[in-house]
């Protein structure tokens, strides 16, 4: 395990995301119309799980895993859902690692970790699945 989040799904910060990310479909800022089409409240964007980044210590797991933050980017991010969030979800992420590979670069040996996070809710059920491929530069 590499580290564990948890967040609330809140009614505006679903809406605020939903502006900030141009969604129009009004299942994302509508309880009636999210209702209407099944949902038990207002759908969270489907980016949205990105916002546990903001309750995780970006620092604290870039050092346990033992990369120089000045030299990692993000490689690629991909969620897999089973059910969409909703507003009043309460969720806990658990990351783990899954891969840690190298691979040959133009300036060195680029690091490779592909680390994948499940997102459950209050009963312990899978909503979202993230994988995330993390690149560590060579040192120069």
């Keep these: 395990m590499v580290d564990v989040v948890s967040f609330d799904v809140e009614r505006g910060k679903v809406r605020e995301f939903a502006r900030s990310t141009f969604a129009v479909d009004p299942v994302y800022t509508d309880r009636g119309a999210a209702v209407a089409r099944g949902h038990v409240d207002v759908v969270a964007t489907p980016t949205y799980a990105v916002v546990s980044l903001h309750f995780r210590n970006q620092r604290e797991w870039v050092a346990q895993l033992g990369l120089n933050i000045e030299r990692v980017v993000v490689g690629s991010v991909r969620w897999t859902y089973r059910r969409p969030m909703v507003v009043g979800d309460v969720i806990v992420g658990t990351r783990r690692l899954v891969k840690d590979e190298r691979k040959p670069g133009s300036g060195g040996d680029l690091r490779v970790l592909t ?19 993390v690149i560590e530069r060579p040192s120069t």
Excluded: P, R
Excluded at 117 to 129: H, K, L, N, R
């Design 115 to 133: 680390l994948e996070t499940d997102f459950v809710d209050a009963t312990g059920q899978v909503v979202v699945t993230e994988e995330n491929v």
